[in-house]
């Protein structure tokens, strides 16, 4: 019998409206992951690959994976594993497919080796098979799907021939489009600010990128959005705090950014929840996070926002393996 903690509700007051907010825990994962992307495909959460301070006794603490939690059983189960062990790729799931874009693996020259890997998920064969490859090395980026086309913005790419250790990469501003038919890539307008370990979600039909870091510079506030319409870029009202290793879901009218690192004073990470009201260009903290993380994945399932894993300590350290459901209920007042 699963065993479901509910937390406190509270309710937040807007402009016109009356959100109430409550968490609910479910099932844990299997084994504690960080830095993933988990995607909603077919009714069920994935998560592939990861890093994870559970496996600090191995050659690497990378894994290959994969997690799949049922939304109608409310359980897991294994998935099928990725070729080889990853980190920060990013899952995507458009027109029944799945696939797995870039990521860090595990070679000689180190475990942080940027890959250029675009892998599909082949259930009939039991396998995810390479299709195709980005222009380039490309990992800590972000990804959504626009009118059925799979956008990857931003991120760190090797720098040169030494690809295998975290120092080996920079930041960049590429923004490309990827036909899921026929695997063609070709040029979108740039983000205005490289960076990588952003978060990023789609509201309204324009991509919201925010936060991140630079390898130079450290965290950033900077919120920019995409308009696929006129292939251009704008700034909007900045975080109200400088964020990386954060996570992004739109729920209703409103853009909600959860948790984050800083490597400041020893480092740390962030609990708050903050939201975005578009039709005021200004961000308000909706709620806090039963535990703060970083390096944590959002999935939005109707008004819920499932939170999973990530770690409680910034780096590799502490990870988690905790799924956390977000439910958010808008009223109009009165």
Avoid: C
């Avoid at 077919?42 to 690959?49: D, K, L, M, P, R």
């Avoid at 960076?195 to 510079?217: E, I, P, Q």
């Avoid at 400088?242 to 992004?248: D, N, V, Y």
């Amino acid at each position: 019998m699963l065993n479901l903690l509910l937390f406190p509700v509270v309710a937040i007051a807007l402009t016109a409206n009356t959100a109430t907010v409550s968490w609910q825990d479910h099932a844990s994962m299997p084994l504690p992951v960080q830095e993933i992307y988990p995607v909603l495909h077919q009714n069920t959460i994935v998560v592939a690959g990861g890093l994870s301070s559970e496996l600090s006794g191995s050659a690497a603490p990378v894994t290959a994976g994969v997690h799949q939690y049922s939304l109608s059983s409310q359980r897991w189960q294994d998935g099928i594993a990725l070729p080889e062990p990853r980190h920060h790729s990013h899952l995507v799931s458009v027109a029944g497919k799945l696939f797995s874009l870039g990521g860090f693996v595990v070679t000689e020259q180190g475990w942080w080796t940027n890959s250029r890997d675009i892998l599909l998920l082949d259930e009939t064969a039991g396998q995810w098979q390479k299709v195709a490859e980005l222009p380039a090395p490309l990992s800590e980026a972000v990804a959504t799907v626009i009118a059925e086309q799979v956008h990857i913005a931003s991120g760190r790419t090797a720098t040169d021939a030494n690809n295998g250790q975290w120092r080996d990469n920079t930041d960049v501003s590429w923004h490309w489009v990827l036909d899921p038919h026929s695997y063609q890539i070709r040029e979108a307008a740039p983000v205005p600010t490289a960076r990588n370990s952003a978060a990023a979600a789609l509201l309204n039909g324009r991509w919201h990128l925010v936060g991140g870091r630079t390898v130079a510079d450290g965290n950033l506030a900077v919120h920019e959005v995409f308009d696929p319409v006129a292939n251009s870029w704008k700034q909007l009202a900045p975080l109200p705090q400088a964020q990386a290793g954060l996570a992004a879901a739109v729920v209703g009218d409103s853009l909600l950014v959860f948790g984050g690192e800083h490597f400041n004073a020893g480092g740390g990470v962030f609990d708050k929840v903050w939201q975005y009201l578009p039709a005021e260009d200004r961000w308000q903290v909706l709620t806090t996070l039963p535990i703060a993380r970083h390096g944590h994945g959002a999935v939005v399932v109707g008004e819920h926002v499932y939170v999973i894993g990530g770690a409680a300590e910034a780096g590799l350290k502490a990870t988690l393996g905790k799924l956390q459901r977000l439910t958010v209920t808008t009223k109009t007042a009165h």
